[in-house]
């Protein structure tokens, strides 16, 4: 039996999903951040509707949301994914759950297309971004430092089937 839900993120599971962003920071492959952000900035930097967890045996295993590329009006229907699983939940088909969540959720909400930045070396993510109906568009090289090293980042997106 199934024990895995995928639901709307709810207030009281900001400290797991921030844990889980940790477990993220800590591979050095999953965001150039460095530092833990505060519930605040966490909270300020996603889409206040379209963030949903992934919860098994009453823990927060897995989270997805999405920010704006742009303040620009424009832009408004475009927005950058982030998903993170917790390091002890790997491999499970989580991601893949939250991941047709969030893309049901977005197109209802009138987002057209949803894109992600992918540390390169993080094959994983990408090869899971192509399972969903993501494309590679482009390839920023040495795009930013992470511990004194460089890293380029593949850019993939996904585009609404909804018209």
């Given at each position: 039996?199934?024990?895995l839900?995928?639901?709307?993120?709810?207030?009281?599971?900001?400290?797991?999903?921030?844990q889980?962003?940790?477990?993220g920071?800590?591979?050095?492959?999953?965001?150039?951040?460095?530092?833990?952000?505060?519930?605040?900035?966490?909270d300020?930097g996603?889409h206040?509707?379209?963030?949903?967890v992934?919860?098994?045996?009453?823990?927060?295993?897995g989270?997805?949301s999405?920010?704006?590329?742009?303040?620009?009006?424009v832009?408004?229907?475009v927005?950058?994914?982030?998903?993170?699983?917790?390091?002890?939940?790997?491999?499970k088909g989580?991601?893949?759950?939250?991941?047709?969540?969030?893309?049901?959720?977005s197109?209802?909400?009138?987002f057209?297309?949803?894109?992600?930045?992918?540390?390169a070396?993080n094959?994983?993510?990408i090869?899971?971004?192509?399972?969903?109906?993501f494309?590679?568009?482009?390839?920023?090289?040495?795009?930013?430092?992470?511990?004194?090293e460089?890293?380029d980042?593949?850019?993939?997106?996904k585009?609404?089937?909804?018209?």
């Open positions: 039996m199934d024990t839900i995928t639901r709307k993120m709810e207030k009281n599971d900001l400290k797991e999903v921030l889980i962003y940790k477990e920071i800590e591979t050095g492959m999953a965001t150039f951040e460095t530092i833990v952000p505060s519930e605040q900035i966490w300020d996603y206040a509707t379209l963030r949903f992934a919860e098994e045996r009453d823990r927060v295993v989270w997805i999405i920010s704006p590329v742009s303040t620009r009006s832009y408004s229907g927005g950058e994914v982030s998903v993170y699983i917790s390091s002890d939940c790997k491999g989580i991601a893949t759950k939250l991941f047709k969540k969030l893309i049901e959720e197109e209802k909400a009138g057209w297309t949803l894109q992600s930045s992918i540390f070396i094959t994983s993510s090869h899971l971004h192509k399972k969903i109906g494309r590679i568009v482009g390839t920023r090289e040495k795009i930013a430092q992470l511990y004194g460089w890293h980042t593949v850019i993939m997106e585009r609404s089937t909804i018209k």
